[in-house]
């Protein structure tokens, strides 16, 4: 069966593409190696910028339980903190229900989803051939939305991939109790944590960690109580949450280095096009983001009105760079200051002082309310 699109990864970029472009009357298969649900570590905050567009698209969180989040508290490794109202909002959600949401939609507007690992894609006479074990499809079109380390990339042989990244992410739901509408987002020595209820009344509790500090202790658990539990509100919130999760989920080689928003041909959306620091809060939204800027311009490239595949690879590349070049120095400048413990308390001392700048700082990682599509 021929297809006009194959997107490859099934996480939130891969499926607003399957959808978008479903919906735009495009014939799509999305490759994806894990069923649905699934958890994945992630902090499961979404900025309300998403709203407008993932309603267009027919997908409203809150049908699912979505925690409306407008509150949130950031503290210092030292304990010092501030709250503050949040600029646009967002919404709290597990991955395990947003996804398989999106997936189900994706289906019903006609794509294909199968459960598949692709193990190779290459380009010849103006279309691409998407290997996996067992199977070849043909598309003239190809997404790359395998996330922020996969396979793919080193058959790409992306440059990031071939240096070795000190972070580690950790995610697990707990029961406890927490506000319904704030997000928090303790620092501690070498890492950040973020805390927000989801759809089942469970806590997310999501941190990235120094590998190197990680593995001094024995397990998550020591670490937990060793480190995070430094910061006086880790330490409140993980005394009073029991693990909901057989234990926590762990990812390593997390890494934020420069990405092209396309390789090969293949047009890259998420993680896989460039990933913001999860201090910033803003991956999904920059994901979701990516994926409507790619799907208008494959439309327009399927009916003609961008006239050649290199200018379609020219005007993606373009508009990635526009949207997400300045989100991503900032995230990274604010997670480097983060991490030298001294300046993050210097930080917050100044904040509390100044406490109307720091919705400035939050509005430098994250866009615009993002316009409906359909
Ligand atoms: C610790 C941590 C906390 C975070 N917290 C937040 C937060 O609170 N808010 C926020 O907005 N962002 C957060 N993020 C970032 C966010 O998780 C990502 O930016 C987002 O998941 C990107 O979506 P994606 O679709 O690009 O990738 P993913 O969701 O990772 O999806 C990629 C998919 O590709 C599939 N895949 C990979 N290779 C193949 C292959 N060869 N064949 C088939 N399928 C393949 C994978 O199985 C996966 O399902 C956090 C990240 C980390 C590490």
């Known amino acids: ?22 919906l735009s009357g495009l014939k799509v298969l999305l490759i994806e190696k894990n069923g649905f649900p699934k958890h994945k570590v992630c902090g499961e905050y979404i900025s309300n910028e998403v709203l407008p567009y993932l309603n267009s698209l027919g997908f409203n ?13 950031l503290s210092t490794p030292g304990s010092r903190s501030i709250s503050t109202t949040l600029p646009l909002g967002g919404f709290s959600i597990s991955r395990f229900c947003i996804d398989a949401e999106l997936a189900k939609k994706v289906q019903k507007a006609g794509a294909t989803i ?23 499809y043909h598309a003239p079109i190809a997404v790359g939305a395998f996330g922020k380390r996969s396979n793919m990339d080193v058959k ?36 950040y944590c973020g805390v927000s209820k989801v759809e089942t009344n469970n806590l997310n509790i999501c941190y990235l960690a120094d590998f190197e500090n990680f593995k001094k202790y024995k397990n998550v658990a020591d670490f937990q109580e060793n480190v995070l539990s430094k910061n006086t509100f880790l330490r409140d919130i993980l005394n009073n949450a029991e693990l909901v999760f057989e234990k926590p989920l762990t990812i390593s080689q997390v890494s934020f280095e420069r990405k092209n928003p396309v390789e090969n041909h293949i047009i890259m959306v998420g993680d896989s096009a460039g990933m913001i620091h999860p201090l910033a809060g803003n991956g999904m939204g920059m994901a979701i983001r990516s994926a409507q800027l790619a799907s208008e311009r494959i439309v327009d490239f399927s009916n003609g009105k961008i006239a050649t595949r290199s200018q379609l690879e020219t005007n993606y590349t373009k508009a990635w760079n526009n949207e997400f070049s300045a989100r991503l120095r900032s995230g990274h400048i604010i997670a480097r200051l983060f991490r030298l413990g001294w300046f993050s308390e210097f930080l917050m001392i100044l904040l509390n002082l100044f406490p109307f700048v720091l919705p400035y700082i939050i509005k430098g990682t994250h866009g615009k309310p993002m316009k409906a599509s359909f």
């Open 1 to 22: 069966m021929g297809y006009d699109a194959i997107i490859i990864g099934g996480g939130l970029g891969g499926l607003c593409s399957a959808l978008h472009l479903s």
């Open 61 to 73: 969180p809150f049908e699912f339980g979505a925690k409306n989040i407008t509150d949130f508290t």
């Open 156 to 191: 790409l042989n992306r440059a990031f991939i071939k240096r070795k990244s000190p972070f580690l992410g950790v995610k697990a739901h707990y029961k406890g109790t927490f506000p319904d509408t704030a997000v928090g987002l303790h620092n501690f020595d070498g890492g």
């Open 114 to 136: 199968t459960q598949e690992t692709v193990t190779n894609i290459s380009f010849t006479n103006d279309q691409f051939k998407v290997e996996t074990k067992d199977k070849t």
